[in-house]
């Protein structure tokens, strides 16, 4: 078992030959209003749900890594992940710069939907998921899953990732400056690191099979999650009052399809979002092909949050 291990990890390394590159951010959330594109307030929650989403499943991401961290056997690996562990940890940051700078600041209550994420990836998700202590034979397969369940995620920040990068609609629209940076930074840095879950979900043994039902898993909980945590800041609006949106009633659903039909550059198509996930069902899938890194390190270059930041430290 030991040697067939040492065999995997002897084949699957880093598949990239660049660095990835850490950047500190600064952000700074005083004039964004609610509406942060114009006009838009079922589009201006539902991505505003994103901060209240990711912070607890990146930092999540962080100490699964840190715990994995001493079976890397390639050093390209190792580095990779040490990268996406700090780049992590900073979009989880930035995300809740926005949770309490910015929408806890405008009498959104945003409490129960970071206690829902807290649970799912401070409880069900950890180490000892529920308290339960996992024994020692298993301790590898509960890591490999996780492990499966980042990379399927990183797939889908990926795909966002580029639908950000290159929309130019919300601009259009006159979009709040900060959190468009805020969502494209993000997005370019997912491009930037997208072949590392993959390369260590592998590296680490994991199998082609388990990517069907991963991605089943991923896709109904992230849907799932963004359309009820949406509802939820939604509901508290007054311009929502009448229909108190709530991820069971099919308002909410149908209003996302037929603004996403309306204009794919408004807000990507749920149906759209599914299919993306075909590419990491295919055995020849290599997260390289999906994007390309020379245009999210032209945004990350120009980045006002990240210029900001280098200011600050000099
Ligand atoms: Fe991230
Ligand atoms: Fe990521």
Redesign the pocket.
């Known amino acids: 078992m030991k040697l067939f291990s040492r065999f995997k990890n002897s084949t699957i390394g880093s598949s990239i030959r660049y660095s990835i590159k850490p950047r500190k951010v600064k952000f700074e959330w005083q004039d964004t209003p609610v509406d942060w594109i114009p006009e838009q307030p079922f589009i201006s929650y539902f991505i505003n749900e994103i901060n209240m989403i990711l912070p607890a499943g990146?930092f999540w991401?962080c100490r699964l890594y840190n715990k994995v961290l001493p079976q890397i056997q390639d050093p390209k690996l190792k580095e990779d992940v040490q990268a996406?562990i700090r780049?992590?940890a900073m979009?989880a940051q930035a995300h809740n710069s926005a949770n309490k700078e910015y929408l806890t600041v405008r009498n959104i209550n945003i409490q129960r939907n970071l206690n829902v994420m807290d649970f799912l990836f401070g409880e069900l998700l950890a180490d000892a998921p529920l308290g339960l202590k996992v024994p020692k034979t298993l301790e590898h397969q509960w890591d490999l899953f996780r492990l499966g369940i980042v990379a399927t995620v990183?797939h889908m920040?990926c795909v966002l990732g580029k639908y950000v990068l290159y929309n130019n609609e919300w601009e259009k629209l006159g979009a709040d400056a900060s959190m468009l940076d805020l969502v494209k930074w993000h997005g370019a840095?997912?491009i930037e690191?997208r072949t590392v879950?993959f390369d260590l979900y592998r590296h680490l043994g994991g199998g082609y099979i388990a990517r069907y039902y991963l991605s089943v898993v991923v896709i109904v909980a992230v849907l799932g999650l963004w359309v009820d945590g949406s509802a939820h800041i939604m509901k508290q609006d007054p311009r929502f009052k009448s229909i108190r949106p709530a991820v069971y009633k099919p308002w909410v659903w149908r209003e996302w399809y037929r603004i996403s039909q309306k204009d794919h550059n408004l807000m990507p198509n749920p149906f759209w979002l599914i299919s993306q996930q075909l590419g990491y069902l295919m055995p020849w899938y290599d997260p390289l092909h999906e994007a390309k890194t020379e245009d999210a390190i032209t945004y990350l270059e120009r980045s006002p949050a990240a210029k900001r930041a280098i200011l600050k430290v000099a």
Do not use: N
């Open positions: 990146e991401f996406f780049q992590e979009h990183e920040t840095e997912e690191h879950a």
